[in-house]
């Protein structure tokens, strides 16, 4: 196996905030494992649902603390729909520490970290989460002033279109120097929020008083159309692909495209040799089919595509 990282940059593999509810003692061996992983950057917090307290603050604090010991650079995200006070106080909580830096999940996190910016122009750089919506090179100059490092784009963007937006020769800039692109490169794809919780409504119960149910579901609850076949999943309030995004075979691809990082989100089974492979596939020459090949004999919650990447439908297999 070649080492491609001769003459370019590696990939930097980061391992995506957790979308679902798992148990603590689930989340803690989850990541430990990515303590030992090769995993460069690790996203924690909960990013979905804040009736999901397995994890309080503090919790994901001590975690960030025990990978940051561990060699790996860690960030703090914020929800991606905010809907009430008690969550905009723990999204102040969030901002206002300064010992690691955060992930923007929407608009409301983007006007406390630019007021905490200006209070502070030396702390910690922030990144752009994938929900928030930046489309256009224009787009991401703004808020590269605001502060950002980072730039996750949205999910449905093509490789084609985030290299014209910030391409490797000529990079957006901020005060923070310029920004990396990090792309969400395997997992099921969070397409949707609502105030609503479909997981509660489908068991006949008020967002309220759900029991917590989503908790049953370690990869979310897939739905099925009238023939059988996957179609999205539920989770809480985010609606999800059901087939697993995955850009394993895109190496040449992300790179084209500016790339310098990718977002890999967890799942619940053949998570760690996953890493592995993106490593492998990305930065170390091992073949695209055979890692394709590989990736789809583990133990994973869905069926894997592309197509969003090439400008095609996300449920289609664009390429290797």
């Not at 924690?44 to 603390?65: H, I, M, P, Q, T």
């Not at 520490?97 to 409301?108: I, P, R």
């Not at 983007?110 to 919506?133: I, K, S």
């Amino acid at each position: 196996m070649t080492n491609v990282t001769q003459g370019s940059e590696a990939l930097t593999l980061t391992v995506g905030p957790l979308q679902y509810w798992w148990a603590r003692p689930a989340m803690m061996a989850f990541y430990a494992a990515v303590a030992d992983s090769v995993a460069r950057r690790v996203v924690l917090g909960e990013v979905v649902c804040s009736r999901r307290n397995e994890y309080k603050f503090d919790d994901w604090v001590d975690l960030a603390r025990d990978l940051k010991a561990a060699g790996k650079e860690v960030v703090l995200a914020t929800q991606a729909l905010v809907m009430s006070e008690a969550e905009l106080r723990t999204l102040r909580r969030i901002v206002e520490q300064d010992e690691f830096a955060v992930e923007a999940g929407d608009a409301s996190a983007l006007r406390v970290l630019w007021q905490a910016q200006q209070a502070r122009p030396d702390r910690l750089g922030f990144t752009l989460g994938p929900h928030v919506n930046v489309y256009s090179r224009e787009a991401l100059q703004e808020h590269a002033a605001l502060g950002a490092t980072h730039w996750v784009p949205p999910l449905e963007l093509a490789l084609d279109a985030i290299g014209r937006i910030n391409p490797a020769a000529d990079r957006v800039v901020g005060p923070g120097g310029p920004l990396r692109t990090e792309v969400f490169a395997f997992g099921r794809m969070p397409l949707a929020f609502s105030a609503r919780c479909f997981t509660a409504r489908h068991h006949r119960l008020n967002k309220d008083e759900c029991e917590f149910r989503c908790q049953a579901d370690a990869d979310g609850l897939l739905l099925k159309t009238s023939e059988g076949d996957a179609f999205l999943v539920l989770n809480g309030i985010q609606t999800q692909s059901a087939a697993l995004h995955s850009l394993i075979g895109q190496a040449q691809a992300l790179r084209e495209a500016g790339a310098q990082g990718v977002r890999l989100s967890p799942c619940s089974g053949g998570f760690a040799r996953v890493l592995e492979l993106f490593d492998a596939a990305l930065n170390r020459g091992l073949a695209a089919r055979e890692a394709c090949a590989e990736l789809a004999t583990l133990d994973l919650p869905g069926a894997l595509v592309n197509g969003f990447a090439h400008r095609q439908p996300g449920m289609q297999v664009a390429a290797i």
